[in-house]
């Protein structure tokens, strides 16, 4: 089992819906997650973090997490084209510790249609 | 304020020839991971570095090694490089206090 999963898509969504994405993590002690956006060609910019079960919202994004089902989503309302990218969940792979160690998945590609 | 920064930004070596990556971490940050990413996947841990120490190591032989300086820049090196080591190397910086990692634009590694 790997140790953090996505579908790798595409997501294919219509401009102005609600895309959501979403990710599985094997690691019961993880504490912190991560979602990065990554354009072709480009290195992966941090759009969200959250720690705590429940919802954090931040503009036009949403993360939501639960660590008894080891699950994490990302919602992104209003969908622009300029969202299309592949959209990385990261897990902080370590016990607590200090090193943060980032799991990545494969990433879900993400196209937003005009 | 400058972000992380990689260099170079492109590169192409030969079967055996060994390679360098440099990287500088933003500006407070004093703690340095490397990732490769080979197409179509997430990135890899390499390693990580804080104080000059390497810290972390994923699952990489001997052959990818690093140094952190004192003013926390980074090296990545690759020895006898193989086919299968042509990816995007990625540096990712951030600061004890803070989990987030924020990541260089990347060097690209061509091995032929």
């Known amino acids: 089992q790997k140790e953090v999963e996505q579908n790798s898509g595409p997501l294919s969504v219509p401009e102005g819906a609600i895309a959501s994405l979403n990710c599985t993590y094997s690691d019961r002690v993880s504490q912190s997650f991560f979602w990065y956006r990554q354009y072709s060609g480009k290195s992966p910019e941090l759009i969200m973090s959250i720690y705590s079960n429940g919802d954090k919202e931040d503009g036009r994004f949403t993360a939501q997490l639960n660590k008894a089902s080891q699950y994490v989503s990302l919602l992104i309302r209003d969908s622009q084209p300029s969202d299309s990218a592949t959209y990385l969940c990261?897990?902080?792979?370590?016990?607590?510790?200090?090193?943060?160690?980032?799991?990545f998945g494969t990433g879900t590609l993400l196209a937003v249609q005009p | 304020d400058a972000g992380v920064t990689q260099s170079p930004t492109h590169l192409i070596k030969t079967r055996g020839q060994q390679v360098t990556l440099r990287c500088s971490p933003k500006s407070g940050h004093d703690t340095v991971s490397w990732y490769q990413q080979a197409l179509g996947q997430g990135p890899q841990f390499i390693f990580q570095?804080?104080?000059?120490?390497?810290?972390q190591r994923g699952n990489f032989p001997d052959r990818f090694s690093g140094h952190q300086f004192p003013n926390y820049s980074s090296e990545l090196n690759v020895n006898a490089l193989l086919l299968g080591d042509s990816a995007l190397y990625l540096c990712?910086?951030?600061?004890?206090?803070?989990?987030?990692?924020?990541f260089g634009s990347g060097t690209r590694l061509t091995v032929v």
């Open positions: 990261a897990v902080n792979g370590e016990y607590g510790g200090a090193t943060n160690k980032l799991i």
């Open positions: 570095y804080y104080e000059e120490e390497e810290r």
């Open positions: 990712a910086s951030r600061s004890d206090s803070n989990y987030g990692y924020t």
